[in-house]
């Protein structure tokens, strides 16, 4: 379970994180995120489970395996950070193993986690010496 101070709750809250952050899409669901350091308070964190996923037995099961996957994860993430997590019609036939994969890969394309810093929205990519991008692209 959340706590209370680390979960979205106001449509108005989700709408934001959603159209002014970045965002990472893998296989089974898509991340949003959006580092809001005013206030800095803890990292915050939403689901978005539609009935494209599946009945409300199979949404609210998704939603509980992402919640867990989400709060084992929340004390990597940089403070005043919101995330928006929005499972794809996959995600539910996913085990939990394979959600995790995909919420640890998308957070990676986000530059969040330990050691990394949040991407800020309209920020220019990482590029190398030879002015190619982190996946070997030219720019």
């Not at 680390?6 to 970045?22: C, N, Q, T």
């Amino acid at each position: 379970m959340l706590p209370a101070a680390a979960r979205l709750r106001r449509s108005e809250d989700f709408r934001v994180v959603m159209r002014k952050g970045s965002r990472a899409g893998r296989r089974r669901l898509v991340v949003h995120a959006l580092n809001t350091a005013n206030p800095p308070g803890p990292a915050r964190a939403g689901f978005v489970v539609s009935k494209a996923v599946g009945n409300s037995v199979v949404r609210h099961r998704v939603t509980r395996r992402l919640r867990h996957l989400v709060a084992a994860r929340l004390g990597t993430l940089p403070p005043g950070s919101s995330l928006v997590i929005r499972a794809l019609p996959p995600a539910a036939t996913a085990t939990s193993m394979e959600l995790g994969s995909d919420l640890d890969a998308a957070f990676r394309r986000l530059g969040l986690g330990p050691g990394h810093r949040p991407v800020r929205p309209g920020a220019p990519r990482a590029t190398t010496a030879r002015g190619d991008d982190d996946n070997g692209s030219a720019v």
